[in-house]
Nanobody
Framework: QVQLVESGGGLVQPGGSLRLSCTTS????????LGWFRQGPGKQRKLVAT???????NYADSVKGRFTISRDIGKNTMFLEMNSLNPEDTGVYYC???????????????WGPGTQVTVSS
């Protein structure tokens, strides 16, 4: 059974920073692309950023220049460094794993339970 465990969400003021983490097994981490998707209040779940097993990255236009996705091989953990946060970044952030490296343009089949990020003064 594939497990994706997120952490790092919370409440932050506009302009602040947070770092999200997603940890999984070595077998998944080594072969699958990993990504972050978020679902804002009353909105559909949308892609934030992805990173392939070969460390190729992709970002939503709305987060380019502010968010950085990375992988730590030794810890089997993916990170999302989020800077200059604004209220539009509020939502539940989900970790996702895709065996097809997101070449299909769709999320993979495995999801974490999600972590809440709230940007508010």
């Amino acid at each position: 059974q594939v497990q994706l465990v997120e952490s790092g969400g919370g409440l932050v003021q506009p302009g602040g920073s947070l770092r999200l983490s997603c940890t999984t097994s070595a077998s998944i981490f080594d072969l699958y692309a990993l990504g972050w998707f978020r679902q804002g209040p009353g909105k559909q779940r949308k892609l934030v950023a992805t990173i392939t097993a070969e460390n190729n990255t992709n970002y939503a236009d709305s987060v380019k220049g502010r968010f950085t996705i990375s992988r730590d091989i030794g810890k089997n953990t993916m990170f999302l460094e989020m800077n200059s946060l604004n209220p539009e970044d509020t939502g539940v952030y989900y970790c996702n794993a895709d065996r097809w490296q997101y070449y299909t343009g769709r999320p993979g089949e495995y999801w974490g339970p999600g972590t809440q990020v709230t940007v508010s003064s």
